[in-house]
C-alpha cells in the first residue's frame, strides 16, 4: 500500500491504549480500535501490511534501527514516535515495543502499546530528531559524493 503525501496538520492523541501486534519482521497481525481511529485506516487496509506503513518521513532512521536492534535481543524499547495518518496528517505518542514469545520460549513477534507524550519532552524531542534527519542527510550527501575507494585510498595515503 502506497504511503500518502504528509500534510502539516496534527492529531492531537488525548488518551487511552494504542495496540499494535506483529510477527517477527514487523507485519502488522492485530490493531485495536483506537489504533485503528487514530491511524485511520481499517483492519482489513492494516492487517498483513508492514508496519513502516505509518513512518513519518520526520522520524530518524537511527531510531528504528535502535529499536530493531534492541527488540531482537528480547528486550523492551520505548521512544517517541511521530506517525503518518492515512489522510498525512501526523500524531505522536510514545510507544513501547515488547517482545512476545510462544509456548516453546522462542520470540515469536513483538507488541507495541503506545500513550500520549509529555508535552515538555516532546518539544525536546522534537528538536533532538530534526538535528538527527539533518544529520542522517548529511552522511547521505557524503556517501553519494565520496565513493568508499576514495575513502580507503585517503587512509592508505595517510598510513604510508
Ligand atoms: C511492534 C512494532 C511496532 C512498531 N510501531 C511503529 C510505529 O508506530 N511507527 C513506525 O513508524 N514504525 C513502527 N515500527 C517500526 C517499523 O517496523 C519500521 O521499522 C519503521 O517504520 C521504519 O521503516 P523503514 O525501515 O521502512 O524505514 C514498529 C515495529 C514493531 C515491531
Known amino acids: 500500500m502506497q504511503r500518502p503525501a504528509p500534510i502539516d496538520i ?3 492523541f488525548e488518551g487511552g491504549n ?3 501486534e506483529t510477527d517477527l519482521k514487523g507485519k502488522i497481525i492485530y490493531a ?3 489504533f485503528m481511529e487514530m491511524s485511520g485506516y481499517s483492519k482489513d487496509e492494516l492487517i498483513g501490511q508492514p508496519h513502516s506503513l505509518i513512518r513519518h518521513p520526520d522520524m ?3 531510531c ?3 529499536m530493531w536492534e534492541t527488540v531482537k535481543t528480547g528486550e523492551a524499547w520505548e521512544g517517541y514516535v511521530k506517525n503518518l495518518r492515512k489522510d498525512g496528517a501526523y500524531y505522536w505518542v510514545v510507544v513501547t515495543v515488547t517482545p512476545k514469545y510462544n509456548e516453546e520460549k522462542e520470540l515469536c513477534g513483538f507488541i507495541a502499546v503506545r500513550k500520549p507524550p509529555g508535552e515538555i519532552t516532546l518539544e ?3 528538536a533532538k ?3 538527527m534527519i539533518e544529520s542522517e542527510a548529511c552522511q547521505r550527501e557524503e556517501n553519494i559524493f565520496i565513493p568508499e575507494d576514495f575513502i580507503a585510498n585517503e587512509e592508505f595515503i595517510a598510513v604510508s
Open 64 to 66: 528504528f534501527r535502535t
Open 129 to 131: 530528531y530534526q538535528q
Open 18 to 20: 494504542m495496540i499494535t
Open 10 to 12: 496534527e492529531m492531537k
Open 60 to 62: 530518524p532512521k537511527c
Open 32 to 34: 485495536n480500535r483506537l
Open 124 to 126: 525536546e524531542i522534537k
